[in-house]
């Protein structure tokens, strides 16, 4: 992190402000250091150019983990004051989720060509390239940045990626060029200055949250008024497959070792891949509508190794919930969000869109 973009964070506990304190550096930004609370005088650590500002049972179970040596390094301390040290079941399936993404993401980590048709997709017609430039704008749940990146190809003032897991490391690293500020945040425990934040987005990340309307809800009172929010779910319309095979399937699957899942996750992907082969034939014979009613033919164009990521994705995530519209529309009808719009989207999803 660059080390003014403290100026963007506030405390998880009381929401004042925070003091860095850089350990060490590397070009302009601060690679290790620590970051307090003027107020409550809690502490938690930059590790990697990252803030990791989370509560103190996850960053013992999302973060201790994998970067012992700096808590060894710097006697770091997560052990809790004044509180039990047993997690909640919805911590519990938030570091379990998290684990999974950050296995995900870490395991295939590129930004494709393809992601830019695939961003245009996803915000039109609620958000644009002219909305993103000079905007601050905050990712909610950026996993390697697959969005993000472009919030920084079209010229953000400042992208600010938030994720529970190790997936940060990947957007970090991807966004790198671009300045960004990327935080290991709990989406129930937002610590950014919401004054400072033009435009707020969330995609597919809601639908794998313990409670989404309170992860929704959060973001929202984080808001200043005047700013943007956009978000995209899982929709039930148009998604029998992963309604009544996926979920039945996912039973067993999301039980598995995650390793043992992603090596089994070649089985489906070389089946996909096969059709692609089928799709990109047809339309190569001019036969393109055909093509298109291909099952899978939207994988057509995307590398091998990404159809065995989505399906690991699809198989190993926790819990994902797919709504129905209405559910959605109360989800804006209580936020009292204005100018709210809800639409469907053409692969599966609900995009809804609000001013606060
Ligand atoms: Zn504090």
Redesign the pocket.
Known sequence: MIPKDVEYLK?I??G?DLLLKVFETEKDECVEGKLS?K??N?EWPVINAIPRLLPKNLLKNLVLPYHKDFFDKYHFDVSEKNRSDKSSNDDKLKSKTAQSFGFEWLKYPKILNQFEKDWERYFHPFITRKDIKGSVVADFGCGMAKHGYFIGKYASKKYIGLDLSEATEAAYRNTKKFKPLIVQADIYHIPLKGEKIDICYSIGVLHHLPNPENGFISIIKNMRKGSKIFMWVYGQRGNSRALYLYNPIRFVTTRMNRKFLYNLCHIPAIAVHSLNSVSKGLSKIGLKKSARLIPFSYYTDFPYTFKVSDTFDTLGTPTQIYYKMSEIDSWFKHSKLKKYQLEYDVVQGIKGYGVK
């Open positions: 405390c506990n009381c004042h609370c107020h409550c809690e």
